[in-house]
C-alpha cells in the first residue's frame, strides 16, 4: 500500500511539472527517504560508478560544493554530508545520460528547468545516495545556473577550464581549477575550518544572489 501511495504522487508531480508556469521555473521533487541524512559507506563506490558514467558520455564535469570541500580538505566526505555534488557544464545530451543512470540502479529524484533549460538532475538509488548534478550554462567568461527558483548562480568560467584533479580511493576525480580561490569565492574564507552542523547552503555560498 505505501509503495502504492508512493507511485500515484510521484505521478501527480510528474504532471505538474510538465504545467508551464509563469516564471519559467519547472521542478520536480521526490523521494522516497529522508535524503537529508549523511551518505551511507556505499558511496564512494557509488561516485566512483557515476563519474565513471560521466566520463564515457563525454560530460564536462567536476566535483564540486560540499564534496570537493570535503575531499580537498579532509580527504573524505564530510561527516554530515548527505549527497554527492557534481557540476556539468554545457551538456545536452540528457537522455544518454538519463538512461545510463538507470542502467546503474539510479532513479530520479529531481529535476528542474528554467527557462527550458536544464538545471538540475538529482539521483538516488536503493542505498539511498543521492547523485546531484547542476547545470551550468556559459556565456562569454561567466557560467549560470537557476536550480533554485528565485536565485541566480554565477561564476567565473575560468574555474572550469583546464581543471586539476583529486585523487580518492584510488581514483583521480576533476575539481575546480585553482582550487582554493575557487573554494574561497564558494565558501569564503573560513572553508579550512571544519563545521559540525550543516544548514542551508544558500547562507555559505558565495555565487548565489537572488533575482526578481
Request: contains cysteine.
Amino acid at each position: 500500500m505505501r509503495n502504492f501511495v508512493f507511485f500515484i504522487k510521484r505521478i501527480i508531480k510528474e504532471v505538474f511539472f510538465l504545467i508551464p508556469k509563469n516564471d519559467g521555473f519547472q521542478e520536480f521533487h521526490h523521494f522516497p527517504f529522508n535524503h537529508n541524512v549523511p551518505l551511507p559507506n556505499v558511496a564512494p563506490f557509488v561516485m566512483a560508478q557515476c563519474c565513471e558514467l560521466l566520463e564515457s558520455i563525454k560530460v564536462n564535469y567536476r566535483i564540486t560544493d560540499g564534496t570537493i570541500l570535503g575531499l580537498y580538505r579532509q580527504g573524505t566526505f564530510i561527516p554530515h554530508d548527505n549527497d554527492i555534488d557534481v557540476d556539468a557544464l554545457d551538456f545536452h545530451s540528457i537522455d544518454l545520460l538519463h538512461e545510463g543512470m538507470k542502467r546503474h540502479g539510479m532513479r530520479l529524484g529531481r529535476k528542474v528547468i528554467y527557462k527550458k533549460q536544464l538545471q538540475q538532475l538529482v539521483y538516488y538509488n536503493e542505498d539511498q545516495v543521492v547523485f546531484d548534478i547542476v547545470f551550468w550554462h556559459s556565456e562569454g567568461n561567466k557560467i549560470y545556473n537557476y536550480s533554485e527558483r528565485g536565485y541566480e548562480r554565477i561564476q567565473e568560467k575560468q574555474f572550469f577550464e583546464n581543471l586539476t584533479y583529486i585523487e580518492y580511493k584510488g581514483r583521480n576525480y576533476p575539481m575546480p581549477s585553482n582550487i582554493e580561490k575557487w573554494l574561497d569565492m564558494r565558501f569564503g574564507q573560513d572553508w579550512r575550518i571544519p563545521k559540525t552542523y550543516k544548514r542551508d547552503w544558500k547562507e555559505e555560498c558565495g555565487d548565489i544572489k537572488k533575482i526578481n
